[in-house]
């Protein structure tokens, strides 16, 4: 059975997380919110309407994440007790704990959780490295992972542009993840990833390195005013391919868009190449393709927020997107995130989307850093 330590440590963090979150304060701000949204002219503007409402839903969801924790604390505290009268048995305290103390850590992990475009989805984009066949094959084993991680926290994910490999594995996919603060669990997976194990494909069957790299931006939305000059945006029309019927190779359903860009601070140009495949409904996927568009300009200023806060803030370990960030050494049945010196031997679980032990790491080493307590 758990000891009085163990019990007190969860009251006090249950404490704490009360005082870091605002809890009373919040209850209030909720109240005057929701009253803005019974007002008789409230939907007029479709836009600052749901920017409202998502107020609404963010300062609901830190509430009852609280009360939930808050709930399951004070039923371990009494069974607690009771274990004293023997009207609970010592697996019946146990589990109570475990309960609680999971509520505890995830409040916690989500309070880290604080930047503007935290609470968005996300588009997570994998590319394989240079390596042919071996690298392709990490890459869609990296796609792999990541979709067994959104099914298991129950996200919602669609492909909207997947490349096949040469001879196995791909070349490129694009995701769409949306759910609760996806984007911010998933913001610590920008880099390379490094594979490094006995390859299938080599014959010899020597010990091989490769290397896929993964970009995440949050997914925004209309709601978020992004200048997007017409003249800077171009298209090209394709037929999808891929398996998909009789109709999938017969219309130019697919859509390439490009859009020359130039940076508004160091004036640099470069071309965002954006393609979608989702749908076999051209406008839709055109749609889809706008929207993407927007998610990587936001990502850009965001980035240059960051940078510029970076500067100012002596002592904290500057983010370099795309360095090499883990490594996965499948003989020595090792995980390692170089950013946080985290690691994990289970290999297995990692390729099925066991990662919150790699996104919890890198909250609390950078993020945690940044929030005011």
Request: charged letters at 30%.
């Amino acid at each position: 059975m758990i000891t009085i330590e163990q019990l007190k440590d969860v009251m006090a963090r249950t404490d704490a997380l009360n005082r870091y979150l605002d809890i009373d304060s919040k209850r209030i701000q909720l109240e005057e919110e929701q009253l803005r949204t019974q007002a008789p002219d409230f939907w007029n503007d479709a836009k600052t309407a749901e920017a409202q409402m998502r107020k609404v839903r963010s300062l609901k969801n830190w509430i009852d994440g609280y009360e939930e924790v808050k709930t399951l604390a004070d039923e371990l505290a009494l069974a607690f007790d009771f274990r004293k009268d023997d009207l609970v048995t010592d697996e019946e305290v146990d589990e109570a704990y475990a309960k609680a103390l999971k509520a505890v850590e995830e409040l916690e992990l989500k309070n880290m959780l604080r930047e503007e475009a935290d609470e968005m989805d996300c588009v997570l984009k994998i590319n394989s490295g240079a390596g042919g066949t071996e690298s392709q094959d990490w890459a869609s084993m990296l796609m792999r992972m990541y979709m067994r991680w959104a099914e298991a926290n129950k996200y919602k994910l669609a492909i909207s542009n997947l490349q096949e490999g040469d001879e196995a594995g791909i070349k490129t996919v694009t995701m769409q993840i949306e759910g609760a603060y996806a984007y911010g669990y998933l913001k610590g997976e920008n880099g390379v990833h490094r594979l490094v194990r006995v390859s299938p494909f080599n014959a010899q069957g020597k010990r091989m390195t490769s290397f896929a790299s993964v970009f995440v931006t949050p997914l925004v939305d209309d709601t978020i005013e992004i200048q997007i000059n017409p003249a800077n945006v171009s298209w090209d029309t394709f037929r999808s391919g891929g398996a998909g019927g009789q109709n999938v190779n017969k219309v130019e359903s697919g859509v390439r868009l490009r859009y020359q860009y130039k940076d508004p601070y160091t004036g640099e140009e470069e071309e965002i190449l954006i393609e979608n495949t989702e749908t076999r409904d051209q406008p839709k996927n055109k749609e889809n393709a706008m929207r993407q568009l927007r998610s990587i300009l936001y990502d850009k200023e965001l980035q240059h927020r960051m940078a510029e806060q970076a500067k100012i803030e002596a002592g904290k370990k500057k983010i370099e997107w795309g360095s090499q960030i883990r490594s996965y050494v499948f003989d020595d049945r090792r995980v390692k995130d170089h950013r946080t010196n985290y690691q994990t031997s289970d290999v297995t679980g990692v390729m099925d989307g066991k990662i919150d032990g790699f996104i919890k790491a890198y909250l609390m080493e950078f993020s945690g850093k940044n929030t005011e307590m």
